[in-house]
């Protein structure tokens, strides 16, 4: 690795099945490296994906809040992140909101995918308040990360139809597999873009 790979880590709380799709698309990659995975769940099935890809891995649960971390472990979280020269963070199904502190410490460089064609149905279950909505086309969206949720910058959407008939399991399953693929390639393109952009201005 030269001294301008871009190393990522991953944040996820639950089934991993992005973070999966993340690592099978830069296991070999000339400048993007997935360096770490922090996880908020003690247990949760990313962690074994981690594991099984030889990713190093942090848990950073929370007793007192569920949707954010306390302003110490988000101090914590820059520690280890910087211990492991960190300069791109990708949130994949991670479930709680970062606050200032992190997102200060990299500003433009933390994306995130909603299940949506945002900004319609922002927040949680947004698969299925679409599905329960009646909406026709749903999908997925890869946006900057700031201080509104689900509002930064989008750079990637990905359409989804809803066929006469759906179940929700069905459309859940459409949208995944639309975010696997949108999610790494926006990445890329994006990491590529800023990246240079960096170089020039260097
Ligand atoms: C994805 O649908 C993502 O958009 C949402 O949470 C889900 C995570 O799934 N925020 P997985 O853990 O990547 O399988």
């Avoid at 200060?104 to 922002?122: E, M, Q, R, T, V």
């Avoid at 299925?128 to 969206?141: D, F, H, L, P």
């Amino acid at each position: 690795m030269d001294n301008r790979t871009v190393r990522i880590a991953v944040f996820a709380s639950g089934k991993g099945s992005n973070f999966k799709a993340i690592l099978e698309k830069f296991k070999h990659h000339a400048q993007i490296q997935v360096a770490l995975l922090i996880c908020d769940q003690k247990g949760a099935l990313c962690l074994d994906i981690a594991r099984e890809s030889n990713v190093p891995s942090f848990v950073f649960s929370d007793s007192v809040f569920k949707t954010k971390w306390e302003a110490s472990i988000e101090q914590d979280v820059l520690s280890v992140l910087r211990e492991h020269n960190i300069n791109f963070l990708v949130l994949a199904g991670f479930m709680r909101v970062l606050k200032s502190a992190i997102l200060s410490a990299y500003p433009d460089k933390i994306i995130n995918i909603h299940p949506s064609l945002l900004p319609s149905f922002k927040g949680l279950h947004a698969i299925r308040q679409a599905y329960e909505y009646g909406v026709k086309i749903t999908g997925c969206t890869v946006h900057l990360v700031n201080e509104e949720i689900d509002g930064g910058r989008i750079l990637g959407q990905s359409p989804v139809l809803i066929s006469e008939g759906d179940s929700l399991e069905v459309v859940e399953r459409k949208v995944h597999e639309a975010e696997h693929l949108l999610f790494s390639k926006t990445i890329e393109t994006y990491i590529t873009e800023i990246s240079n952009k960096d170089m020039v201005n260097a």
